[in-house]
């Protein structure tokens, strides 16, 4: 791969691009090559952007097949494919994902390989040493080896449709990016897909889900900059008594979960303390986190919602299925929906399954089959460790010994200028993520010098004190359960052809990570709980703060046995509730995490099932949908009463105070609480900045998310704890009020910047907004070329940790601080009871093509809270049919 542009005047223009938040920008881009595009995309748009779309009925050839298979794709291009083995399904499911997202497919490979900068130039390169620093495709070819032999022609099946159609069209065919890559002077023809390559996925799904790895770098840099006491209020624990966990049932007895025994046992937790130096490797190693690309995932503010019913309490009388992943939002949408289906169900060709898929990845991984439905929400274990190292040049120290540390040399390619060499050392905790390039690293990185608390075993690092330099004695390594290699992909196989309780938990104890709640109903009417995924069991500690690599007491000891982990089969409240909060209670013999979601998700849907449920009520499909739309604000039942007491004499801000009054608490996108909304949002973010901006570094202000409700209504309780206090006016000692009133005056002034000064044009959702936009060509910032790949905005309701989690950054310092940056990447219903009467939206559509009708034509749909039908019988489909494919044999060519 070549790229004759190279002139300076080029790097001179991408400096301008280099403000954009968190974009992988073009590379190397004259301005002929931009208006050949531009002007290919005005007047050949026809031609240009159209000639990608797929074909949707007729005849084509797929070598390899061993017989036809037929895709049948409904008003909104949603394909269902009808085999006769499952190599069949599992090649056409190649082939069909190739149609409508390959881009999307290539630019994951690339991301998952750490090969972003051969196509995207030097801005990929952060992105690209972290994933190399990490190695997930090196162990992604590991796997390959571990999985079953009939998952691994699943793989290899799936990878011959994928590059049949590859073979069949020409690379500017396969989408439209790589036409405007083309004119921006990118020589380039995609590789064949493989095995592999679907592999590395499952890295960046358990990258994102990775738990409480921000969380453990953001506490001991708290502690650096406000000590261990205060800092240990803005990490409060898990309240039990207002929150109730998942599984309120049952108890570990000989190693095995059961669901009728009593609880009993604790763990006490160590706390480690750390330097100066040591501190700024930590600071060093979370800004190098935030290389990787935000579709990739950043493992914060995401989170999902999952329920079942059971039959005794539906209209049906059999139960009923609710799940909405919560992810980053963007173009294409995560998920692609997709059947499969034998024509025949038996023994040797048994797949009969519909839900939602990864472009990249054959399977079904979230939905049903003519027997169960399943949901995902992520378990939110701690599945990571930060181990503080002493090195001493080429090694480390380990119990008193030195021992030589693993390195290993990377080679990246990078567009537009020449290779570039990545050394990676690692200790055998796992690569030092310290050794990434920072160039954030702030010379006020000091702060750590303030005193902390020693753990057990004394201060950490007086040998990194006296080694001094950030590089040399002290480094960051990660321990991670995702890179030690394990058979993950069996269990998409297993759980699509599982037919029972049974083998669905023998599926799920091949989910080795992201560590997942996954709920269960079966249409003999039963409905379950199954906590699977590797999960540590540490010597010591409890995870909360990185630990001293050279201390023998911080090693993990294995996994927590999977019969072991949580599990409940008919509970006895006749429901299960997953939305990130805490699986069981204190008692549980294993640690599993102390960070979890602090519940206000989870509780708001089960008092509202409680309701729902009183008196010996009942609750369908519909009831269900509606309950995914709750847009409660969690905080407000809290903050609202001490804002109404706050005295404004200036009727400019004592009128939008009184919004306050009559407002029922709910985030509507326009109506009569939509103003009231807008505005308690506002002034949210204004008390969580001048509250806590002035004491804390950058890197760690509120995002406003639900740990920093338990926070505020905790400090809420204390009128003058120091944090109330602005430290930048040392003469003036500020209060809770006199905060309140600042952030009520604030709010007031922002949205009267954002929207107008009249309240009667106040409404959430035009400051809230969705734009979904590419996070490639979408944030090359070039204007025409943005606008060809990104869509919106949608002025949408929800808000940051309600049931429906649009949610967004009150860190942000962006002009529209209120933009969505995680949704419902999907919602759907399942009935057990009629599966043609389940329910399903996608955040965008199928499609990955910018021209397609399906690129975003459930988005409004979705933005309404409206859902579509899931036709899953052949009958029901063929009523839904708007195209007819048939993929025919054919020799290879």
């Avoid at 399904?89 to 409508?100: I, W």
């Avoid at 007895?253 to 059961?258: A, S």
Wanted: include cysteine; glycine fraction near 10%.
């Amino acid at each position: 791969m070549t790229d004759a542009s190279r002139r300076p005047s080029v790097r001179a223009r991408l400096e301008a691009f280099r403000a954009l938040p968190r974009p992988l920008r073009l590379g190397a881009w004259g301005s002929v090559a931009l208006v050949l595009v531009l002007i290919a995309a005005a007047i050949g748009g026809t031609v240009v952007a159209r000639r990608p779309l797929p074909q949707v009925d007729g005849t084509l050839t797929l070598p390899g097949l061993g017989a036809e298979v037929e895709v049948v794709r409904d008003a909104h291009g949603i394909p269902q494919l009808y085999g006769d083995s499952v190599a069949d399904l599992a090649a056409a499911q190649g082939f069909v994902h190739a149609q409508e997202r390959f881009f999307e497919m290539d630019v994951r490979r690339h991301a998952t390989a750490g090969r972003l900068a051969e196509l995207f130039g030097p801005e990929a390169l952060p992105s690209d040493r972290l994933v190399r620093t990490l190695g997930w495709r090196r162990v992604a070819e590991r796997e390959l080896a571990l999985v079953r032999p009939d998952t691994r022609a699943f793989l290899e099946a799936y990878a011959r449709g994928v590059n049949a159609y590859l073979h069949s069209r020409g690379t500017t065919r396969l989408g439209v990016e790589y036409a405007v890559l083309a004119a921006g002077g990118l020589r380039y023809r995609p590789e064949d897909w493989s095995p592999v390559d679907s592999l590395a996925w499952l890295k960046a799904m358990a990258w994102d889900l990775r738990g409480n790895l921000d969380d453990e770098i953001d506490r001991a840099l708290s502690i650096a900059a406000v000590g261990p006491r205060r800092a240990a209020q803005l990490f409060p624990p898990y309240d039990e008594r207002r929150h109730a966990p998942i599984v309120t049932q049952g108890a570990v007895v000989d190693g095995v979960y059961q669901q009728d025994a009593r609880a009993g046992g604790t763990r006490k937790p160590l706390r480690p303390a750390f330097d100066a130096a040591q501190v700024a490797a930590l600071r060093r190693t979370g800004r190098a986190l935030t290389a990787a690309p935000a579709w990739l995932g950043r493992g914060d503010g995401v989170g999902s919602n999952s329920w079942v019913v059971a039959g005794r309490h539906t209209v049906t009388g059999r139960p009923i299925l609710a799940d909405d992943p919560h992810l980053g939002v963007g173009l294409p949408g995560v998920w692609m929906q997709m059947g499969l289906h034998c024509r025949t169900v038996s023994t040797s060709c048994p797949l009969d399954v519909a839900g939602f898929t990864f472009s990249g990845v054959p399977g079904v991984l979230i939905g049903h089959n003519a027997d169960i439905a399943w949901g995902f929400t992520n378990l939110g274990a701690d599945v990571t460790d930060l181990y503080v190292e002493r090195l001493r040049g080429r090694r480390w120290l380990d119990d008193g010994r030195l021992r030589p540390l693993t390195v290993r040399t990377e080679t990246i390619r990078v567009r537009g200028q020449a290779d570039e060499r990545l050394t990676v050392r690692a200790t055998r905790h796992g690569p030092l993520l310290s050794d990434l390039p920072d160039a954030g690293l702030a010379a006020g990185d000091d702060l750590a010098a303030r005193a902390t608390t020693a753990g057990r075993g004394g201060r950490v690092g007086a040998a990194a004190s006296a080694e001094g330099r950030l590089g040399e004695g002290t480094g960051v390594a990660l321990r991670w359960t995702a890179l030690d290699p394990a058979p993950t992909a069996d269990a998409i196989l297993d759980l699509d052809l599982a037919t029972d309780w049974r083998s669905f938990r023998a599926a799920a104890a091949s989910f080795a990570v992201p560590a997942q709640n996954l709920v269960y109903a079966d249409r003999r009417g039963h409905i379950g709980y199954q906590a699977p995924g590797r999960v540590p069991i540490r010597v010591s500690g409890d995870g909360r703060l990185p630990v001293a690599g050279w201390r023998p007491e911080n090693e993990w000891r294995g996994y927590v046995p999977f019969d072991a982990l949580p599990s409940v089969l008919d509970p006895r409240e006749g429901l299960v509730v997953t939305a990130n909060q805490a699986v069981v209670g204190r008692d549980y013999p294993y640690l599993l995490t102390r960070d979890w979601d602090r519940g206000y998700r989870s509780q708001r849907i089960r008092d509202r099932l409680s309701s729902m449920l009183a008196d010996g009520g009942r609750v369908g499909v519909d009831d269900l949908a509606a309950l995914q739309l709750d847009s409660r604000n969690p905080i407000a039942a809290t903050l609202v009463p001490r804002l109404l007491r706050v005295p404004l004499s200036d009727p400019f801000y004592r009128d939008a105070q009184r919004l306050l009054e009559g407002w029922d608490l709910t985030q509507p996108a326009d109506g009569p609480q939509s103003a009231a909304a807008a505005y308690f949002n506002a002034v949210w973010r204004a008390l969580l900045a001048r509250t806590f901006h002035d004491e804390l570094p950058r890197d760690l202000w509120p995002d406003g998310g639900q740990r920093w409700y338990a926070v505020m209504e905790s400090l809420l309780e204390r009128p003058d704890d120091p944090f109330w206090d602005d430290v930048t006016t040392p003469t003036v000692r500020e209060t809770r009020d006199d905060v309140l009133r600042a952030a009520l005056l604030q709010g007031r002034d922002e949205l009267t910047r954002l929207m107008s000064r009249d309240l009667s044009g106040w409404t959430w959702g035009r400051v809230h907004r969705l734009d979904l936009r590419s996070p490639t060509l979408g944030e090359s910032g070039i204007a025409p070329v943005e606008a060809l790949v990104n869509r919106g905005p949608w002025f949408v309701g929800g808000g940051t940790s309600a049931v429906d989690a649009a949610s967004w950054d009150a860190a942000s310092s962006s002009a529209r601080p209120y933009a969505v940056t995680t949704a419902p990447s999907m919602r759907m219903v399942v009935s057990l009871a009629d599966l043609d009467a389940s329910r399903w939206i996608s955040l965008t559509g199928v499609s990955g093509h910018p021209f397609s009708a399906h690129y975003t034509d459930q988005t409004d749909l979705w933005a309404r809270g409206e859902t579509l039908p899931w036709a899953f019988g052949r009958p029901a489909v063929d009523a839904a049919a708007r195209d007819r494919l048939r993929l025919v044999p054919g020799a290879d060519g």
